[in-house]
């Protein structure tokens, strides 16, 4: 038998933004509760930085209350600091649930042993877990790769000890460390994961699109499934998705006015989170390119948001856009904006 969810979960199969560096910020994450996200989890913060009170770490702790239900991601190879960390989070922001993680590839992190550098010691993975499950009344969860290189991949192995040292749910991205973003991720593996483990199983990698979410759910039996980079710019795939899973009436994708209107929702809330307003205009040109992705002429429409120093600029240049679009200016161009769902960037990332 399974193991509930030790969370609310809103649905019995739910969806998950993943955590990302520089992505899954506070307001994306309530863009993404209101297009049908379950769950969401912070981007992975020091447990260094949190212990030392390193205020550019505590500023991305902060969260609102529609962003529930909210898991804070920490990592570290240090118990006893990964334990503090837990426990100043537990104390001050109350989310749902703590996350470590050991998934994250960069370098700078690995060198230390932190994120998926702790594959390389279950020994460690499992006082890193106990440390933290000894330092919070939260439940504790974690999220790993399939093992540091092709030589050492055991998800289940991993998978076992984690739940052992006491998490109450894992996720998984079924490529090693060594793979970084290549290759395919192997959803056999979150099926292997799910059959050999009591606790929920999460399967991640490479969704995207809501049949992509559909596909791996009903493939792999996972408890619940998480996209990252398939959100990017089109936050609607979870509604998409919780349709097709539920078998409800097909969500479509939004029209081009609908997209824009998203995008300038989404960009008001980072107006009123962020406090440096340049800093966040140039912060969000990578998702204003995200949004517009695949319509006609988007080329050029792309390259103007590239250069926005302020939010304000954004509306005019959807305005000319939409009103060139009135004239029928993108009538020659082939455009996918109709009813199928944008192809996400799904290479060149950077971080983990
Ligand atoms: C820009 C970026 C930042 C990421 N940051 C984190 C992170 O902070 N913590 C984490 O556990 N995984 C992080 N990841 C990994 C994702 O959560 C996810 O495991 C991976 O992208 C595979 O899922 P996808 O194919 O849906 O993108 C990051 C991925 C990307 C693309």
């Keep these: 038998m399974m193991r509930p969810f030790p969370y609310p979960t809103g ?40 212990r030392r009170e390193d205020q550019a770490t505590l500023s991305k702790l902060h969260f609102s209350a529609d962003e529930r239900t909210i898991g804070v991601q920490i990592f570290g190879a ?3 600091a990964m334990a ?28 230390r042993n932190g994120g998926s550098g702790c594959l390389k010691d279950l020994g460690l993975v499992q006082d890193v877990i106990r440390a933290v499950v000894r330092a919070t009344h939260l439940p504790v969860t974690c999220k790993i790769r399939s093992g540091w290189s092709e030589e050492m991949r055991d ?15 894992i996720a998984l991205h079924p490529r090693t460390r060594s793979q970084m ?15 050999a483990l009591e606790i929920p199983v999460i399967g991640n990698g490479d969704i995207k699109t809501a049949a992509d979410a559909y596909r791996m759910w009903r493939q792999t039996g996972c408890a619940a499934v998480m996209i990252a980079r ?89 305005a000319d856009y939409l009103a ?10 082939h455009s996918d904006a109709g009813d199928t769902v944008a192809e996400p960037a799904i290479a060149g990332v950077g971080d983990e």
């Excluded at 960390?85 to 994250?104: H, M, R, S, W, Y």
């Excluded at 998800?155 to 749910?169: E, H, M, N, S």
Aim: proline content about 6%; some cysteine.
């Design 230 to 318: 398939g959100s990017y710019g089109q936050p609607w795939i979870f509604a998409q998705a919780r349709a097709l899973i539920e078998g409800t009436m097909r969500v479509p994708t939004p029209p081009v006015e609908e997209r824009f209107a998203v995008a300038l929702d989404h960009a008001r809330m980072v107006q009123e989170y962020e406090v440096d307003p340049v800093g966040a205009a140039l912060e969000f040109r990578k998702h204003l390119g995200w949004y517009v992705r695949g319509l006609p002429h988007s080329a050029d429409l792309r390259k103007r948001l590239h250069q926005v120093n302020s939010f304000a600029e954004v509306e005019g240049i959807f």
């Design 11 to 50: 649905h019995a199969v739910p969806l998950f933004l993943a955590p990302m560096a520089g992505v899954s910020e506070s307001p994306f994450r309530r863009l993404c509760r209101r297009h049908g996200a379950d769950v969401v989890v912070t981007e992975f913060l020091s447990a260094e930085g949190i």
């Design 84 to 111: 503090d960390a837990a426990a100043l989070v537990t104390d001050v922001f109350q989310p749902e649930f703590i996350d470590i993680n050991f998934g994250c590839p960069v370098k700078k992190v690995v060198k």
């Design 155 to 169: 998800p289940v192995a991993i998978g076992l000890r984690c739940q052992d040292a006491g998490v109450r749910a």
């Design 78 to 80: 240090e118990p006893a």
């Design 324 to 333: 060139a679009a009135g004239r029928g200016e993108h009538a020659d161009a």
């Design 181 to 195: 973003y290549t290759g395919s991720a192997r959803w056999e593996e979150i099926a292997a994961l799910s059959q």
